[in-house]
Each structure stands twice: as C-alpha cells, then as structure tokens.
T-cell receptor, first 114, second 115 residues
Framework: SAVISQKPSRDICQRGTSLTIQCQVDSQVTMMFWYRQQPGQSLTLIATANQGSEATYESGFVIDKFPISRPNLTFSTLTVSNMSPEDSSIYLC???????????FGPGTRLTVT | AQKITQTQPGMFVQEKEAVTLDCTYDTSDPSYGLFWYKQPSSGEMIFLIYQGSYDQQNATEGRYSLNFQKARKSANLVISASQLGDSAMYFCAMREFNTGNQFYFGTGTSLTVIP
C-alpha cells in the first residue's frame, strides 16, 4: 500500500484568493491524480499529475484555474486559483500502484470559500 | 452512458446482519478493474476490495466480498456481520486498463448500521 499525506487538512479562504494543496507519498509512484468532491457528490477527476511534464486535465477543468506541479515521483501540488464559493469541496490526491492497480487516496483537504 | 451505476442512494442494515450494495458497470474494454471504497464522515477514502476482469474467483477481504457477475456487468459488495463502524458512504469504481488511467466512480450508497 501507499501512505499519502495532504496539507492543509482544511482551510477557510476568502473569495478571490488562491490556495495550494500539497500531496506527499511515501514511495515513488508513476500515476498521481487530483480529485474534487463537492458536498454530497461523488468524486470528479480534475487532472492527472505527470512527472516532468504538464498535467493532463479533464473536461471542465483548466490549468489557469487549477495549476498542478509534479516536481518528482513522491510529491505534487494543486492550486485552486481565484476561488469562489463554488470551489468549496474536498480535494483529494490519489496514487495508483503499478504492481496491483490499486488506487489509494490521501486524507483530503476540506476547502470552504466564503 | 454512465460507466458506474449505484442505484441505492441509502441503505439500512441491522447490526450483525449482512448487506449487499449494488454496482453495475459499462465498458467495452476486456481488461478492467473494479474497486470499492468506504468514505466515513471524516472524508477519507478507504480502499476495501479489488476485482480484476480476468479473475476467476470473487474477491474477498475479511468481512468484505465482491459478488462479480461478469455477464451481467455487476460487482456488488457484500458486507457480512455489519458493525456500527461500517456506517459510511460506499463508492464503486472502475478502471479500464486499455483506454487510459482514469477511474470512474459511482454516485455512492450511504449505509447506516442500526444497533
């Protein structure tokens, strides 16, 4: 399995500001993902964080709003830019272990935008 | 079409009883994996069980088993001997191995265990 940590665990931010969420994994992983879970909803994939290249974004998500960095195989950041109340969600990073295809999630970051 | 369908928004089960959470999926990829996750009120996503499309036997992990019916494209989660701590949201997910890395999640089932 993989142990994943996220910082911050929660935050309350003002409209128009930006927040950077960090994701740290205890082992080197190739595939790393960022998800959003709006209140009472399922998970929606934001992007795949690729090491050494730009992230691959899903439909409805753009780099200007959600810039992602992946400087190495154990770390990634997601920035939520120019926040609005609609960005209030849980943001989760996840990794897939190539050996067993299992996907593991970090504990999530609860973001509230006022 | 929805890749993953969970038709039970909410379920109740008596403590110590077994419960089945339904999941159907849609894919044309012959190589895929099916996953179940538990999300308690704390928000973390906990991996429970995995079933590969080529696995001959149903997956089991402790009190969790996956009733895999390939022809019907269903992957129901069975929780035996329910405990109060099993109360949570449960999500079914699928990954298609030949068509990309994305995981598709269902809308979830909220399980409440009654003492």
């Amino acid at each position: 399995s993989a142990v994943i940590s996220q910082k911050p665990s929660r935050d309350i931010c003002q409209r128009g500001t930006s927040l950077t969420i960090q994701c740290q994994v205890d082992s080197q992983v190739t595939m790393m993902f960022w998800y959003r879970q709006q209140p009472g909803q399922s998970l929606t994939l934001i992007a795949t964080a690729n090491q050494g290249s730009e992230a691959t974004y899903e439909s409805g998500f753009v780099i200007d709003k959600f810039p992602i960095s992946r400087p190495n195989l154990t770390f990634s950041t997601l920035t939520v830019s120019n926040m609005s109340p609609e960005d209030s969600s849980i943001y989760l990073c996840s990794v897939v272990l190539a050996l067993n295809y299992e996907q593991y999630f970090g504990p999530g970051t609860r973001l509230t935008v006022t | 079409a929805q890749k993953i369908t969970q038709t039970q928004p909410g379920m109740f089960v008596q403590e110590k009883e077994a419960v089945t959470l339904d999941c159907t999926y849609d894919t044309s990829d012959p190589s895929y994996g099916l996953f179940w996750y538990k999300q308690p009120s704390s928000g973390e996503m906990i991996f429970l069980i995995y079933q590969g499309s080529y696995d001959q036997q149903n997956a089991t992990e402790g009190r969790y088993s996956l009733n895999f019916q390939k022809a019907r494209k269903s992957a129901n989660l069975v929780i035996s001997a329910s405990q109060l701590g099993d109360s949570a949201m449960y999500f079914c997910a699928m990954r298609e191995f030949n068509t990309g890395n994305q995981f598709y999640f269902g809308t979830g089932t909220s399980l409440t265990v009654i003492p």
